[in-house]
């Protein structure tokens, strides 16, 4: 239905990109000449226990670069902070090569000989406590039920170029036997075999434990899902919704048949409203809340985890500052492909636009430079989105210019298509801004370039575009929103800072300096009271205010038959 946005030949030169190597495949000649011979890493993995705590044991062997080898280990993944503290046991198994702390938890520095095989042992101890919800999804889950986690939030190992292409063995054979096992390299095996770049090896999945497999095989691809916990749903229901949304993108990217993809689906102990994703290689993982049931925000999910798979995934390596465009253009796809495919009405299409748009529009540092806010230390709040709601945002803006420029020949599509056909061959370049504009460049001009750094890097403000297509209308709402009149960011460190004096804060009492032993904050509805536990004068006091207020946003409505999908997306 969008065929004609293609070039000619399109189908033919993509190619798919995370081309992952599993036990017997051996790459072309070319690759081993032009690098000499991978760089090899081997992870042994044992379950043990640790006081009342499932955790694993883990040996790395690798050959030391040089005198001193920097040794990575985890410290922050998705929002989950101070992940080093799950590392414990670290230690060096190599007689005469030593271990030394580096500049930061995040790295240590190993002495050995240049070219000497080393061995690291360490254990994975999990941090979750309390109720299992946002962000502990994204520290290593270890516990009795199951485990689920990846290189990147779990793994110690030598600080590589995230390019080069490594041979990664990952051997779970401790594992105990008819223990469900599955990982981004397939399923069933349990001495994975890996040729890659390293990003991609760094961007795996495991999940093994009290997980049920659904499977198929259908266009030359093995797809499984592995489900635990109970769902208002069945195992078939979400498992068909997932085969419809990869089949879509497939479809978007003209991708070849990939030969194997796993989604893990598991429960927050939230009852509802709190989903999460993530994307990996030839994987996601999903974490709803256990009385969801799959409906379009569901949907959306699901797109947008599979679209990491090509952005970012496919584009090479990116550095999270980058997330205005992996996450903001992922946002936006996550919305026009399920429309295109009919797999979301247009009235949600323009319902999860507009709130996407609103968040934008409301955000308290939608003025502050992209790279301020990744100065800003926050895990959570209103702002945390930004990159999202920026990029998307800029996404609708770059999409309308391309098409209007070109009379309609191109789209933000093509621009997709090139940094994944850019990114083909054994060691792509990375993605960044500089090749991002470039990309752009080739459908916008010179002025709009810049326009478009600006409002990506810089926080200039985004102009939206008046029409979406001949079905949306870009009009001046008055709605309700929270302003606490305080840095939230504050709570943080418990004590308030940045009290606007012309805000609702100031006038309740709340001033800079106070230290704050509770809040509580409905940014989601306006009317409930702002309640902030404060101490004044040695005394601790409970304030409450109401932080609503009205504001003036930009939001799209649908002009005549909204529902007519077809003849009304623009795409
Ligand atoms: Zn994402």
């Known amino acids: 239905m969008y065929a004609e946005r293609f070039l000619k030949g399109r189908a033919v030169k993509i190619a798919l990109m995370i081309l992952v190597f599993v036990s017997t495949t051996v790459p072309t000649g070319a690759i081993e000449s032009a690098q000499g011979r991978p760089r090899s890493i081997i992870f042994r993995f044992r379950p ?14 690798f050959r030391a670069s040089d005198q001193v080898t920097a040794i990575r280990v985890p410290t922050r993944w ?19 090569a030593t271990l030394e702390d580096g500049a930061d938890p995040g790295e240590k520095k190993l002495q050995a000989r240049p070219g000497e095989r080393v061995k690291l042992a360490y254990d994975i101890v999990p941090l979750q406590t309390g109720l299992f919800r946002h962000p502990q999804e994204h520290m290593a889950i270890i516990n009795t039920d199951y485990f689920l986690f990846n290189p990147r939030n779990a793994l110690v190992y030598p600080k590589l170029p995230s390019t080069d292409l490594v041979d990664a063995t990952f051997d779970w054979r401790a594992l105990p036997k008819g223990l469900p096992f599955v990982s981004s390299f397939g399923d069933g095996k349990r001495e994975l075999r890996v040729r890659a770049p390293w990003f991609q090896i760094q961007d795996a999945l495991f999940a093994g434990g009290s997980f049920r497999l659904s499977k198929s095989f259908e266009n030359r691809t093995t797809l499984v899902l592995a489900t635990r916990g109970t769902w208002k749903f069945t195992d078939a229901e979400a498992f068909e919704k997932i085969r419809r949304v990869i089949n879509e993108e497939n479809k978007f990217w003209h991708a070849n048949p990939m030969s194997f993809f796993l989604v893990t689906l598991a429960p927050f102990d939230d009852n509802s409203g709190t989903n999460d994703g993530s ?23 699901l797109a947008h985890e599979m679209f990491h798979r090509w952005n970012s995934m496919s584009m090479g390596p990116a550095d999270e500052v980058m997330q205005w465009f992996t996450e903001g253009f992922t946002v936006y796809y996550e919305m026009v492909i399920p429309l295109r495919a009919g797999l ?21 540092f939608r003025k502050v430079s992209n790279a301020e806010w990744w100065n800003l230390s926050h895990t959570s709040g209103p702002g945390y989105g930004l990159p999202y709601t920026r990029g998307a945002a800029l996404a609708l803006w770059t999409d309308a210019a391309i098409r209007e420029r070109s009379g309609g020949k191109s789209s933000l599509d093509n621009v997709m298509f090139d940094l ?19 990309a752009f460049a080739r459908y916008l001009g010179p002025n709009q370039v810049a326009q478009m750094r600006a409002m990506a890097v810089d926080g200039a403000d985004i102009p939206l575009p008046k029409t979406l297509g001949k079905c949306a209308q870009l009009e001046q709402v008055t709605q309700t929103v929270v302003d606490t009149g305080f840095d939230e960011k504050s709570l943080e460190s418990k004590r308030i800072a940045g009290v606007d004096p012309l805000g609702p804060a100031y006038r309740a009492g709340i001033r800079d300096g106070q230290e704050v032993f509770r809040f509580s904050i409905y940014h989601d509805d306006p009317s409930k009271d702002i ?19 009205r504001v003036e946003t930009n939001q799209y409505r649908a002009t005549g038959e909204g529902n007519a999908t077809r003849a009304c997306t623009p795409f």
């Open 279 to 301: 994307g990996f290689t030839n994987a996601f993982m999903l974490f709803l809340s256990h009385e969801d049931t799959f409906n379009a925000v569901r949907v959306k999910l």
């Open 420 to 438: 994944v056909d850019e990114a083909r061959g054994p060691k792509p370049p990375e993605l960044t801004e500089d090749r991002v504009f470039a």
């Open 48 to 61: 043990i226990t640790i006081g009342e705590k499932r955790a694993f044991h883990v040996e790395v062997r």
């Open 344 to 364: 979301i009405t247009y009235t949600d299409y323009l319902k999860y636009l507009n709130r996407r748009l609103q968040e934008y529009q409301t955000s308290p």
């Open 531 to 549: 309640l902030l536990g404060v101490v004044i004068d040695g005394k601790e006091e409970m304030i409450n205010f109401s932080g609503a207020k």
């Open 78 to 96: 998705g929002g989950a902070p101070h992940l080093e503290e799950q590392t414990q046991n670290l230690k060096v198994l190599t007689h005469g």
